[in-house]
Each structure stands twice: as C-alpha cells, then as structure tokens.
C-alpha cells in the first residue's frame, strides 16, 4: 500500500521556522520526485518545492526561495520541508505527493499519489 504521511505543522509565529516531513512507503523511493504542495482557504493548490530522484535538482516557487529548503533522506524514504521566516501568507494545509519519473513537474495532475496534509498556521 503507496503511503505518503504528511506531519510537522503546527502554529508559528511570523517570522518563526518548521520542519515538515512526508515519510513515503509502497513504492520505490528513488523513481519518484517528490513535492510540496499548500492550500490556503478558498484558493487553489500551489506548488511549493519539488526534488527530483534523478538528478537531485530542487525547485522552489518564487514566493518561498530563499526561506524554504527541501531535502532527502533516501535511508529513510523522507522528504523534509525546512520553512524559515515563516509569513502569514505561507499559512495553509500543505501536502506532498509523489511523481513517477523522478523528475519534477509543476502540474499538480501530473503527480501519482499524495499524502493527508498538514496543517501550517503563521500568526502574525
């Protein structure tokens, strides 16, 4: 059974960091590229950052570079979301998803499976 689990949110202050994690399994790992995704109230889902199996190249929307890291722990089949300088605007549910191929695509159609979602809220 392909399991994505989503965890690491929780409420910040602005300005502030969170760690999120997406521990997969029921898949290979190293076929998959593996992305964040958030939702905030009444909008669509947007792409946040991507890392590619294949080449281990990483994506970032323009809103987060340079505040959001992406990482890999191919030991334990988890990606990490490190989220510094927290704003408001970055609230959301924000979930990560694997796409077969390994490398990222920013269509989230395109993506095979998804995990449950967590919760980030930013005070300001």
């Known amino acids: 059974e392909v399991q994505l689990q989503a965890s690491g949110g929780g409420l910040v202050q602005a300005g502030g960091s969170l760690r999120l994690s997406c521990a997969t399994s029921?898949?290979?790992?190293?076929?998959?590229?593996i992305g964040w995704f958030r939702q905030a109230p009444g909008k669509e889902r947007e792409g946040v950052s991507c890392?590619?199996?294949?080449?281990?190249?990483?994506h970032y929307a323009d809103s987060v570079k340079g505040r959001f890291t992406i990482s890999s722990d191919n030991a334990k089949n988890t990606v990490y979301l490190q989220m510094n300088s927290l704003k408001p605007e970055d609230a959301a549910v924000y979930y990560c998803?694997?796409?077969?191929?390994?490398?990222?695509?920013?269509?989230?159609?395109?993506?095979?499976?998804w995990g449950q979602g967590t919760l980030v809220t930013v005070s300001s």
């Open positions: 029921g898949f290979t790992f190293d076929d998959y590229a």
């Open positions: 890392i590619s199996s294949n080449d281990g190249s990483r």
């Open positions: 998803a694997a796409q077969l191929g390994g490398y990222c695509s920013g269509d989230l159609y395109e993506y095979d499976y």
